[in-house]
């Protein structure tokens, strides 16, 4: 099918040309675009052609062999369009025209995916502005025709990708492909995906998104496209605002953004905030060899914005090291003592061609990437500046990236620059944030354990679900029990059921969820290996000094009630206990909490001091299903913020990256004289509660929190447990 | 001198006007600018004109007034021509001629000053890119003549100015002055600002500086003018690298980026980090009425670049609501059906002048501002929609910015957007981040109780030196004999000498700087109003015992010795003693700790408990003096980085804004079941702590680190003051 989208032999237009009709700006476009006329077609009731194309009553009269339709008749036409496209041998189709599920047409959606699975024929759209091959010369869209390169953009919104190939037009960004997939009621961000990673002509892929579906299925083919090439990619609904509008405009459910964004990371995806962004470092990966390491250079011709651009360059994560005095020393060898030095190395206005040569050409021995800037004043000829930096970049063979303006001024200088490969970029700081994402790319790349590990990570449900059949019966079913005991209280003992029926009873009862009680929550994470402390249950005093006795003081104790959610907002935890008596007034301090409540006792732990708390939690996303979460713990999760998100499940690399990246690691790797806290206990902790939920996929929420990392060990303080039942599958 | 400067009766160039030299450039750069030829002269040795400009041997030989020189001269003679020119009644000077401080010349650039000060002659430069008044056709630069208008934009860089000026004349930003002051020897940043206050052709000042002198002199200028206009600022050298950059090019000692950060936010400025956001907020600034408040709505006539845009507004702190329901009932009377009316509002492809005019109008009943996208395919003609727009903008007096793209296809709407008074941005994106600085500039200014604590703050030091003559002479001269008792152990006792003298001493032998011991410290503070807990000092165990019981269990105990400084990373704290035997041993312990050291015994606290913990300290930024920092305390400092800086003194008001910027403000005030903190008792503290430095000119920086945080009062916990002697004023 890809063939008959990108390279179709012939094409047929369907639907009406009459002049001021889209049909007949598309038609127009094409030829204009290059498309041999004598392989096109029109087809229409009349059979009415335009601008020398001849027209056909039908797919089917058009005779020889149309790969592709493009489609601009009516809503309610379209099905049967596709239908009789199918029959007379058309293998793909563009649906431009709108009208359907983005004005609650879901019906109409449906009947074209219906034709698809039925014929098998393949469709982009509908609600779609089109698609381009460049280098097929094969232009059926409204948006502008952009220059042939290597940069393919994926679009599920046809105005985000005109403004892109508008721009590309005006700053010569080469375009291979163009694909606006609007609706996507058959081919998706997934599927060009994996068209384009291996796609021999696509050497950069910029994709614009509002929300995906099957989001495991969207992660794996995007990491699989990463290994191929650099991605670049807009998610749009950042905030609520953002949200309510991509629902607001194709009807869908969006995830949580902090989801994408670590899911997108983890697929070595490199995510921008903007447009602009997205254009500046399309701009660098087609035109520039791979950026191997973050010490940049700047070689300007005036002081402040050679500052600006230095403090964008470490803001970004690049470094503006100072060139070491060997190579201070060659270049006062050769530039005149006004120069300037430092990292930025200012050539002062009187800057030459050879001086941008010689001295570009000097420090690349040092740096991984340089800028050049040139603010040129308007008596200036940038011109042979840009000679200077065209050959420093071509015989140093590493990444020049060129800042010359303001704009009208070096005009010619910029196109000189572009045509002998060097991309200049609006400003220096736009030249060193595209530097930046390149040497993230390529150490993405490099890192040859994050390919191995994504696939894990995306290919991990089968088997996870094949390994827990062995793991789960007892565990589970003794957790399952509890459960039911839950519900027979509510829901009056309806105890012969099967377990389905039983937790189809569980479903109803508590609305779709369960929760659980700390004592059997405590002995079921013990059971599949969650380090927890030792415990004791205690339903009275008596029994309370007994058990706080057995422990060992001093003890915390707390109380024990399906009816008391937050357990310390209430004061039912009591850190500390030093002795039998204070054990009875404790006791006596729950039971009095508990009143006119479901008192169930007390639990009682050993008191544990001096450890540090962090939190491990689960939940599932509505896209990416399972969700682990790391980060600081009791009152500081939410002061902080420091809590960082992977798609689950990881293993103990990936976990050890996570710890690594909160703010808090240096205070767990024992900061400020603290004993080191033991991060491989920790790392496994993670690792091990990301694989829950494929061995259980009744979990749809589960916080750790705190839990303890001590110098040896770590130990779960307190855990809270969402169980739902339904009857759709984890992912 | 500001009219011989801006508004010259004449101007004199002086310098050589061969062809290709600057002078010539300059020349005829006035010229072309339409400054009269008669009121022009050239001034050379030979007397040697060009362009139809007379030339004269020297500037007493032009006759008639002659208020302005321009002067290109070689370096070596500028002193000499400046004299020249005073003589002849010259009273201002713009020195294009580099070759000064920036390379080294530093006696060049006193002598410029000195003939300054001898003359009274008014200097701009050396080492600049001249000066514009687009409103008096007097264009002394080698820059862009940008159109005339009402922003006026100071440049310590000039390369800065000229792009900022080619940009301005690129997209029809009117400019009123142009000040690139370079070296700044004699007029500087601060003079300029105080001139454009006052100026009535300035409606917005873009500022653009990489270091001041004399900061608070600046904060007071910078200050003043944000009372009557927007002041946007870039202050270059955020990060280490961008610094290092500044020092090298300017030769000066820039301050910590976060100071000025602070400082700059105090005054009203808003600070921006890019050129491109100063260029986008003057747009804004020049174009629209006030934005009096945070929502905003956008009209868009395409899905994700309102989405973009919807993402962008709620990130810089806009609130893109949405619509009530009585406005999308009046809305959905007139729009056609697949119209989407969330906020965006979605007009569709197919959205008319006619669309765009009434429902911004309708909208803009409800929203504070409006935002009109336009995404324009090629086939579109965007000037009706304009049209549209500008009806809606001048109808509705709201303010209403454009983003029009992509460039080419709108170019002739985004003229006609100009011409309207319609600014127009390149992105959604970019017009929503300059509505918001708006915003806050509206907020700032209509907090009237701000100019007052402003001018306040900047203008206190005589006052507060004043009211420390009563004040001090107990508790610092106590706090002074402490210091002496320190410095005679090593200055072997030096006792006749006056307290002058023993400064002097104490500075020689401490390096400059002294430590105090924590009682002392402690009591120190309680003389000057700051709570501390109870304290008592013990120099045995018994001793230690008898305060203890006094004090009441259970205590905190601390080791006392000038030689150890980080008391708790070498164990040197105990908290939670309970009772007689457990303060011998502790006693044991701290004098272990300190063995070999000088041991001068210990001091006892109550142990507070249950409080939060946060931090306030003061320290001296080399550009602004005295800074009061309030954040997180105890280890969470570091961690959090949730520390909020202002430029001392503060107010309780201001003290009470600090502690609402902060992260933790959240949990101070009670969050998660605490007991709320005494923020007044605290406000009450910082405030106090930022008089100190007045009072106490000696302290170089303290740090109250733990402040306890109570449900009623704060106590300090620990506290470090280092202080320092020097002969310089604290400012």
Chains 1, 2 share one sequence.
Not at 118 to 133: D, F, H, K, L, M
Not at 326 to 355: K, M, Q, W, Y
Not at 385 to 408: C, D, I, T
Request: hydrophobic share 45%.
């Amino acid at each position: 099918m890809w063939p008959a989208l990108f390279t179709p032999r012939a094409v047929a237009l369907v639907g009406s040309v009459g002049e001021g009709k889209l049909g007949y700006y598309l038609l127009r476009q094409m030829l204009d675009g290059g498309f041999p006329p004598a392989r096109l077609a029109v087809v229409n009731p009349k059979g009415q052609g335009a601008l020398g194309v001849a027209g056909y009553p039908s797919v089917a009269e058009v005779g020889g062999p149309v790969d592709l339709a493009v489609i601009v008749t009516p809503a309610a036409t379209v099905p049967a369009v596709l239908e009789e496209c199918a029959r007379a041998g058309v293998r793909a189709a563009v649906v431009i025209t709108a009208g359907f599920s983005e004005v609650g047409n879901v019906a109409g959606e449906e009947a074209i995916r219906e034709v698809v699975r039925r014929t098998g024929i393949r469709v982009v759209g509908p609600n779609c502005a089109g698609i381009v091959n460049t280098h097929h010369a094969l232009f059926p869209t409204l948006e502008t025709r952009p220059p042939a390169g290597s940069v393919s953009l994926v679009a599920q919104s046809g105005a985000v990708g005109g403004v892109f190939l508008a721009w590309a037009k005006e700053h010569g960004l080469g375009i291979a492909k163009f694909i606006s997939y609007g609706n996507g009621a058959d081919l998706n961000e997934r599927d060009f995906l994996e068209y384009l990673a291996e796609d021999p002509e696509t050497q950069v892929v910029a994709l614009y998104i509002e929300e995906v579906t099957e989001g495991r299925e969207f992660l794996r083919a995007l990491a699989a496209c990463t290994r191929h090439k650099p991605v670049v990619v807009i998610k749009a609904g950042r905030t609520e605002a953002g949200r309510r509008a991509t629902l607001s405009h194709t009807g869908s459910m969006a995830g949580a953004d902090s989801v994408y964004d670590a899911a997108l990371r983890q697929c070595g995806a490199l995510r921008v905030a903007s447009l602009e962004e997205m254009f500046d470092f399309c701009l660098g990966f087609t035109a520039l060899p791979p950026v191997r390491g973050r010490r940049v250079v700047i070689v300007t011709n005036s002081g402040g914005p050679g500052v600006l651009a230095a403090d964008r360059a470490e803001e970004v994560g690049l470094t503006v090291a100072e060139p070491s005095p060997a190579l201070r020393e060659r270049l006062s060898a050769f530039l005149p003592p006004h120069c300037g030095l430092s990292n930025p190395i200012d050539l002062t206005v009187e800057g030459t061609e050879e001086g941008y040569r010689r001295t570009l050409m000097t420090v690349l021995e040092e740096y991984d990437a340089a800028v050049a800037l040139n603010i040129a004043p308007a008596y200036l000829d940038s011109v042979p500046l840009a000679r200077g930096v065209v050959q420093a970049a071509r015989e140093s063979g590493k990444p020049v990236a060129a800042a010359f303006l303001p704009g009208p001024i070096v005009a010619e200088a910029v196109r000189y620059l572009r045509e002998q490969g060097v991309p200049n970029f609006a400003t220096g700081e736009r030249a060193v944030a595209a530097l930046a994402r390149l040497a993230e790319y390529d150490a993405v790349r490099r890192d040859s354990a994050s390919p191995r590990r994504l696939l894990q990570t995306f290919g991990v449900r089968h088997e996870a679900q094949r390994s827990a059949v062995g793991r789960d019966s007892a565990s589970l079913r003794r957790l399952l029990r509890t459960v039911r005991h839950e519900a027979q209280r509510s829901a009056v003992g309806r105890d012969s059921a099967s377990l389905r029926r039983l937790l189809r009873t569980v479903r109803h009862e508590a609305q779709r969820s369960a929760v659980l009680l700390e004592p059997d929550l405590m002995a079921w994470l013990r059971e599949n290996g969650i380090p927890v402390p030792p415990f004791r249950t205690a339903g009275s005093a008596d029994e309370a000094v007994a058990a706080a006795r057995e422990m060992g003081y001093p003890v915390v104790m707390k109380v024990v009630s399906p009816q008391i959610l937050h357990k310390s907002e209430v004061g039912g935890v009591i850190l500390g206990i030093g002795d039998d008596d204070a054990v009875r007034a404790g006791f006596a301090r729950l039971a009095e909490i508990a009143a006119g409540r479901d008192f169930r006792g007390v639990i009682i732990y050993p008191f544990i001091r001096d450890a540090q708390e962090v939190l491990v939690g689960l939940f599932r996303d509505p896209q990416f299903g399972p969700v682990v979460a790391f980060g600081a713990g009791g009152i500081y999760t939410e002061l902080l913020g420091d809590v960082v998100l992977r798609v689950a499940p990881v293993d103990r690399d990936e976990a050890a990256a996570m710890i690594r990246e909160t703010r808090m690691a240096a205070l767990l790797a024992g900061a400020r004289g603290r004993p080191p806290g033991d991060l491989d206990a920790l790392a496994d902790l993670i690792a091990r509660v990301s694989e829950l939920p494929f061995l259980y996929p009744e979990i749809a929420e589960m916080d750790l929190n705190p839990v303890f990392v001590l110098p040896r060990g770590v130990l779960v303080g307190d855990a809270r447990l969402i169980l739902r039942f339904s009857d759709s599958p984890i992912l």
